[in-house]
């Protein structure tokens, strides 16, 4: 049966995920209200491509910068190249669809809508695309019901950034949208993390010793200080100077 690896967040990286997505919603949704605006079509593609590669891209490094940040004790992960390629072209693909159908000029509420819907969609298959890349010596599943929340979450923060994105406003109404925007699209990430559970393959330990893990111990690290084990060796291996626990079953 696979053992339950309970990682921890490092909080620098959190804060600059966050702020990543903040900065790159603003700067979107300033693009974007220039679309329309555009005096030819191929200036209005150009604004379009831009906001499509600013939200897009944002959202993406956001979640990446926010994986980087969760710690798994004793575990290295890598990254399928393909599959986060990937994840970076849905991200730009779909917010790049919803500017263009919102930034018609007689787009209405039921497009606004749908609009949003997709984009919120391509965002989660963003996210999720994006954990499928993992790779590592355990197994992944989801709670449903967070993966429920993270869906909710994203299709409304999606609707409210096309919203939010054509109506128009100064720097400081911006500014605020763009921040609630932010916390939305983190909110999205991490109810996304929420919902996963990470079970390690057996034989495949966090850095403890096999007789420590077979009498159930907790192993707890805390930067670079090991604690001791109660058999008498290390009690974790390598691990990145950050707080982590491994909790077995």
Known sequence: MANAVVGAHDIILVVLAVLI?????????????????????????????????????????????????????GMTVAYDPALTILSLLIAVVVTGGGFAVVSRPRAGTVALVLSGLFMGGGILAMHYVGMAAMRMHATLSY????????????????IAALWLAFRGGGYLQKGFSALAMGLAISGMHFAGMRAASFGMHEGHGSGCRPRQRRSGHACACRGLHHLPDPSGGDCCGDVRPAVCGTRYQ
Do not use: E, K, N, Q
Not at 41 to 56: D, E, H, I, N, P
């Open 143 to 158: 709670s449903m019901t967070w993966v429920a929340v993270s869906v909710f979450i994203a299709m409304g923060a999606a």
């Open 21 to 73: 997505a903040v900065a790159a919603s603003y700067t979107a949704l300033d693009i974007a209200s220039r679309i329309a605006a555009a005096p030819t079509r191929l200036g209005s593609a150009a604004w379009l491509a831009t906001a499509a590669v600013c939200m897009g891209g944002g959202i993406w490094s956001m979640h990446f910068v926010a994986m980087l940040a969760y710690v798994f004790p």
